[in-house]
């Protein structure tokens, strides 16, 4: 029973997408642009670098090494081999859902468990630093000091998520065998025969190597693409058919409880589906506070937006590791970066504020914050150049593959 329920819904969506793209075809090109256009711009660039070196860090045998020296760190805190450091490190720093690919990687290589791979990638999924600073701080609120508060948030409630989650399903014994815990010497002579071992065990020439790495990051990167302008069309769709302010009146309910203007439900809806819009519309709300913008901001970061969490279901489709963690971890993540904006957003706002103001330049992180508004002008000149010409280099090699 409940399979045909599950049939008559995935068509009834497939059809109501196919009659709203028909009824409002010019709504849905334009939505179709702007997805592109962020994908382009601005995903595509970003993320490929991350992508690509994770997999020549694998190749390499260079997550072995570090997987061995984080070992004493990582085992105590999150309950995940030292390897697990190497995902935290770069899903924090690319933002997602770099650490659902590097995770299902490390998974089919066997270099985590089942386990051990879902508690990371429930908290290993962030967005990253240029995002929240030159996006959101600068671009939607016009506030440079705004993006240190959200960040210290966000960042920390990921950290916070992961002592949560070593506690995950802890009394099952599945840890990864480590061929090194019987070999006598420093640590770090273990991680470097680690490294040695690894390479040689994979004596794969290195034109392939780096191929193999490139056609799989774009391969992940297409697919996120994909996904990026589906969301983007579909919030279009649900705006003109209505069907966004049906689900709206309820959020406003919610809104009225909290004293809250009725103005942020849609905002708030459109951030379940995809943050940057949802930032940007929240932003730009009338009739409430920044406290309330900057907690809602900092939800709809945590929970990563519908599409975001498409994309990490995709990946994760191709391994063993379940999406329901990846989901709890949103849920955690929500709670406690609420709870850290309510606590900081005075000490670490309010009162830096009223201690330099705007007019005074003396705030410690203005220079990071330039750095990311550049970085942001930089890639929307470059970006549609290097995704380019980096899917030509795809075609090549492709080429060469299918003609040896």
């Given amino acids: 029973m409940i399979s045909k329920i599950t049939s008559v819904l995935y068509a009834t969506v497939a059809t109501f997408l196919a009659v709203a793209i028909i009824t409002f075809p010019d709504q849905s090109f334009e939505a179709s ?33 570090i997987g061995v020296l984080l070992e004493p760190l990582m085992r105590p805190l999150f309950n995940v081999p030292g390897a697990g450091g190497v995902v935290m490190g770069m899903g924090l720093a690319s933002g997602y859902p770099s650490g659902a690919k590097i995770s299902a990687r490390l998974r089919q290589e066997n270099v985590l468990t089942k386990t051990e791979a879902e508690r990371l990638v429930a908290f290993t999924n962030a967005s990253n630093p240029l995002f929240i600073f030159g996006a959101i701080a600068v671009g939607f609120f016009h506030d440079p000091k705004l993006g240190f508060l959200i960040a210290i948030c966000h960042y920390s409630a990921c950290i916070l998520v992961g002592l949560c989650m070593r506690f995950y399903k802890q009394n099952e014994d599945d840890r990864t065998e480590d061929d090194q815990r019987n070999i006598r010497g420093s640590t770090f002579g273990r991680a470097l025969y ?3 071992h690894h390479r040689t065990s994979h004596s794969e020439p290195l034109g392939k190597i780096l191929g193999d790495a490139v056609m799989s ?11 990026i302008i589906l969301f983007s069309v579909l919030n279009k769709l649900l705006f003109l058919t209505g069907v966004s302010s049906v689900i709206a009146s309820s ?9 809250q203007p009725k103005d942020l439900a849609l905002p708030i809806l459109s951030g379940v589906f995809e943050i940057t819009l949802g930032a940007q519309m929240i932003a730009q709300t009338d009739h409430t506070t920044l406290f309330a913008q900057v907690i809602l901001v900092s939800a709809i970061l945590a929970f990563n937006g519908l599409s975001i969490q498409s994309q990490v279901a ?16 949103r849920l955690l993540h929500i709670v406690f970066a609420v709870f850290l904006v309510t606590i900081l957003f005075k000490p670490l706002y309010v009162e830096r504020t009223l201690l330099s ?24 000149q470059y970006g549609p150049l290097i995704t380019i010409a980096t899917i030509l280099v795809g075609f090549l090699i492709l080429i060469r593959k299918s003609h040896p």
């Fill in 33 to 65: 642009i702007r997805g592109l256009n962020l994908w382009l711009e601005i995903v595509f660039p970003s993320l490929l670098p991350f992508f690509i070196v994770a997999e020549l860090l694998l190749a390499f045998g260079v997550v072995k090494f």
């Fill in 314 to 329: 995709s990946i994760l489709a191709n391994t063993d590791i379940r999406f329901a963690p990846y989901f709890f971890g």
């Fill in 357 to 380: 103001p705007s007019d005074i330049p003396v705030d410690t992180h203005t220079d990071y914050t330039g750095l990311s508004v550049i970085a942001l002008e930089w890639l929307s």
């Fill in 251 to 259: 959020i406003e309910k919610v809104l009225t409880i909290f004293s």
């Fill in 217 to 227: 990051s774009i391969r992940t990167l297409v697919m996120i693409g994909g996904f």
């Fill in 194 to 196: 680690a490294l040695h």
